[in-house]
């Protein structure tokens, strides 16, 4: 089978990894850059297409919503229950390079 008749891996496309993290790294407020950057730091490794997509439609909610869920100050939306909120109201520290 040649090249061009191979399928694609099953991993995210570079392209959308480098918008979320993008997105992910700029959210306007240090703190959620740092938290939501943070996670998809620590675990976009391991994403496959459903995961990046799940990441993708968190990151167009409103970041005030995003951390009230991480911190469990308010219980997210059914659509974010799961594993990946889990890992997200797990994060309790995140290197900082500087």
């Known amino acids: 089978m040649s090249d061009a008749a191979k399928p694609e891996q ?7 990894l480098n918008r979320a993290k993008f997105r992910a790294w700029h959210r ?3 703190e959620a850059d ?3 950057g943070g996670y998809f730091d620590q675990r976009h490794a391991e994403w496959v297409e459903q995961e990046l997509t799940w990441f993708e439609a968190l990151l167009d909610e409103d970041d005030v919503d995003i951390m009230a869920w ?6 997210p939306p059914q659509r974010f ?10 994060l309790d520290y995140i290197y900082i390079h500087k």
């Open 10 to 16: 099953d991993g995210p496309s570079p392209d959308r």
């Open 28 to 30: 306007g407020t240090r």
């Open 34 to 36: 740092f938290m939501i």
């Open 70 to 75: 991480a911190l469990g100050v308010q219980p």
């Open 81 to 90: 229950e799961g594993p990946m909120m889990d890992a997200l109201q797990r």
